[in-house]
């Protein structure tokens, strides 16, 4: 763990402006605040159906990602840019709402399932594997069960937006960390902080 350095940032969401505000949008606010911290602009990329964008950190060149499918269909997109920038998964950052945590946590993590996320799901089956780095954004589930689906496509309420928005704020600060490889240290410094 750590080795690889972080050259390709992916934010799972859906496109279109009905979807902006919602939940199940929280990785592209992430790769949003990313862009606007380090002064860059997402362009339609027509290598993968995606956004794209390119900051420097440290240095180094980091390409942010939105893929334009809707999230069940996420994988190709990325694959594609991927492939046409020669980035392996192992060098892609992923970030996903998690309906685990509750709003305002934040947690990275290297490899494992989908955990029932459909755009993880996706990405894994068409890249081939899951060893790549997720940060976690956590969203909190629906009060009752069947209200899943209705509630990651919604707005949060004003105080979990403001939660959410810190924990965005806390894991895009860690990117120094994540492109000079040293996502052991990156790891460390937020998830010892969610559980202080």
Known sequence: MGA????????????GPQYQRTRHNAGFWLVDE????????FRAEHRGQCDAA???VAGMAVHLVKPQLFMN???????TYARYRNILPAEMLVA????DFKPGAAK?????GHGGHNGL?????VLGTSDFVRIRLGIGRAPSSDRGAAYVLAKPCVEEDIAIRSAIDRAADLLPMLVEGDVAA???????????
């Open 4 to 15: 690889s350095r972080i050259k390709l940032i992916v934010g799972l969401g859906n496109p």
């Open 34 to 41: 990313l862009a606007r911290r380090y002064g860059a602009v």
């Open 54 to 56: 390119e900051i420097s």
């Open 73 to 79: 269909r996420s994988g190709l997109p990325v694959q």
């Open 96 to 99: 996903h709402d998690e309906l």
């Open 108 to 112: 990275l993590k290297v490899g494992g």
């Open 121 to 125: 799901r996706d990405l894994i089956a």
């Open 186 to 196: 990156a790891m460390n410094a937020l998830n010892a902080r969610e559980q202080a």
